[in-house]
């Protein structure tokens, strides 16, 4: 068994110039791969080793470091791979407008809540959009790999959307220059993927 790096679903390339080949080429065939392959290697011959990712996060030993990290860093990656997209495939749909005025009064307010949670994770992290259990949305962050599934980790609900803000993500192409790769990550995102992920929550 074990966990398989997810093919892209477009080329290395195909996000230029917001997100640079080499970055995406490392970023996944590196960075990704070396997170499944640790992770694969945590789980093997335990009680684990057939258990769905979401099962294993959220049922995680948050001492269990190598576990904590491998398994969010396989999770979170293969989420971000999803959310963002070379294609401008009509935008934001009604209904998920309607669903991000309702949480946060408008889509202004919603991406400056995002970007603010992205650019204020100090170090390596993560900025994410989340479905709580009354259905509404909420913006939050976690450091490292950690994620919203994890156990007690104060960043609540099931995440639909999340923004990389580790180096490795931008820094070929933006250096310390986060606040500009959030700006470009906001124009690749892929709502309907977003969306389908909120209606099958
Ligand atoms: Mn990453």
Redesign the pocket.
Known sequence: MGFKLPKLNFSYDALEPSIDARTMEI?HSK??NGYTNNLNNAIIDTDLDSASIESILANLDMNNKGLRNNAG?YY??KL?WEVISPVDNDGISDTMLDLINTSFGSFDAFKDKFSKAAATQFGSGWAWLCVMDNGKLEVCGTAN?DNPLMPNIGCGGTPILGV?V?E??YYLNYQNRRVDYISAFMGLINWKVVENKYLSK
Request: no cysteine.
């Open positions: 970023h960075h990704h860093g979170n990656h971000f790999q990389d580790w490795h993500a």
